[in-house]
């Protein structure tokens, strides 16, 4: 799970430090910065994939628009050369394990092998990934520094310090450096299981272009980095910007589309249709398949009968012609309506329901404004969905007062533009207009009050 980001003078922050959650909303003005918040673990995802880190700044991305015109504006106020980005993520408890098993057999005495087996405090327990970008003569992006470690939970960093965090640590044996790159340098790598060693052979030294990040080069190590490889994998493939692109999805969906979640959500009907089929037997008669619902998927027709009443059932069919994939609701009045004929409303809220029932559902989805054509009284049933994605986390920016009233005061992340130091973002319960608030008025008249934009 991703549990803080940071920001120093990138785009609209002068300085962002956020811890995150498993469910959060971003609320606040127009140009406060909610898009570049969440924006981040895609980004730091899409660097790692790139050839070159630039055109991750200055191309666009499919229907989005790009990050920048150019790389000058990348840097808060245009002020210097350089800015940089960070994240901390929590391990899985099973990574966990097998590096202090790692560690401890690489600790020759038997007794502190006995004080580390019995002090799980004392384990890796998190990621931190830093980087620090510089604009070089206004037309390129290179790699000014980057670090990847982990620390125990008894060694947690002093974020009071700010800057990276890396930077100036690397001398802490509690914390445990896979890799340091500063200043047009060589990348060097340590394997996991000995970064507890100080020995000078432990490190490989690799010369790494200067726009291109070295953390990337883990994948092809899986043995020496499982820690830093399963990072790579959620950063590249387990985190989505949803950004449906409604227009298309009124079209039949082709085949040969991802089997996961995909920004553009192009697949939707796919990811039904297998929910629809899930635990179908092999042997089923061509009748038996047409007829088939896996409960998984009756359940989300009945979640999203809450917020459409007026459905009375949801099917996906197949086209004989061409395989390609579909919706049909069926409305109390008798008549049936396919994907071509429904409403941005209705198709927003088949989508963002259908998240809770996917098998394989992606770690982190991340969504602007999920309120958008939805009628207030189905937005409860939208966050119902987003809110039960057990194992993933999900982060939404939103205007409505609706969404705000529904939102618990430890959910909230308000964001806001001030005179001097850019966007600054506040925990709800650390807002100084929040801090008392004990439900005497709800959070959507807040918001509608300007207190929260």
């Not at 001398?171 to 100080?198: C, I, N, Q, S």
């Not at 994939?325 to 429904?342: E, M």
């Not at 770690?363 to 809110?387: F, M, W």
């Not at 001030?418 to 925990?427: H, I």
Request: aromatic share 8%; with cysteine.
């Amino acid at each position: 799970m991703i549990t803080r980001l940071e920001a120093t003078r990138y785009r609209c922050f002068e300085q962002l430090g956020v811890d995150m959650s498993a469910f959060q909303v971003i609320v606040g003005a127009n140009g406060s910065g909610k898009t570049t918040l969440i924006d981040l673990p895609s980004l730091f995802g899409e660097l790692l994939r790139a050839d070159n880190i630039a055109s991750v700044f200055t191309l666009k991305r499919g229907n989005l628009p790009a990050r920048a015109a150019a790389l000058r504006e990348l840097v808060f106020a245009g002020r210097g050369d350089d800015f940089s980005l960070a994240l901390e993520v929590e391990l899985p408890e099973d990574l966990r394990h097998a590096w202090a098993d790692a560690l401890l057999a690489n600790i020759k005495s038997k007794r502190q092998q006995e004080v580390f087996r019995n002090s799980p405090a004392k384990w890796p327990g998190h990621l931190r990934y830093e980087l620090r970008l510089e604009v070089f003569n206004e037309r390129e992006l290179n790699v000014k520094n980057e670090y990847l470690f982990a620390y125990p939970p008894a060694a947690a960093p002093d974020r009071s310090v700010g800057g990276l965090l890396g930077e100036a640590n690397q001398d802490r044996e509690d914390w445990h450096f896979m890799l340091r790159r500063e200043y047009g340098g060589p990348a060097v790598f340590v394997d996991e299981a000995k970064t507890g060693l100080r020995d000078a052979d432990r490190e490989d030294k690799v010369r790494i272009k200067p726009g291109l990040l070295a953390m990337s080069a883990v994948k092809y190590k899986p043995d020496a980095f499982p820690a830093a490889g399963w990072l790579y994998e959620l950063l590249t493939e387990k985190v989505v910007f949803l950004a449906p692109e409604w227009e298309q999805l009124r079209a039949a969906s082709a085949t040969g589309q991802e089997k996961t979640l995909i920004a553009s959500a192009l697949n939707l009907p796919w990811l039904a249709l297998n929910l629809k089929r899930q635990g179908l037997p092999d042997e089923a008669t061509a009748e038996e398949q047409k007829s088939y619902r896996s409960r998984d998927f009756n359940d989300w027709v009945d979640h999203v009968k809450t917020a459409l009443p007026q459905v009375e059932d949801i099917d996906i069919k197949e086209r004989e012609e061409d395989h390609r994939a579909y919706f049909s609701l069926r409305y109390s009045g008798g008549y049936s309506v396919t994907s071509s004929g429904l409403s941005d409303g209705t198709l927003r809220i088949l989508t963002l329901t259908l998240l809770a029932y996917l098998p394989d559902a992606p770690r982190l989805v991340v969504t602007e404004e999920p309120e958008n054509g939805i009628h207030p009284s189905a937005i409860e049933a939208i966050l119902q969905s987003l809110e039960s994605l057990y194992g993933s986390q999900v982060w939404i920016s939103s205007h409505s007062p609706v969404v705000l009233a529904a939102s618990k005061l430890e959910q909230l992340l308000c964001a806001r533009q001030t005179p001097e130091n850019g966007v600054v973002v506040v925990a709800g319960e650390a807002h100084p207009r929040l801090r008392d608030w004990r439900g005497g008025i709800d959070l959507g008249s807040l918001f509608a009050a300007g207190i929260l934009g």
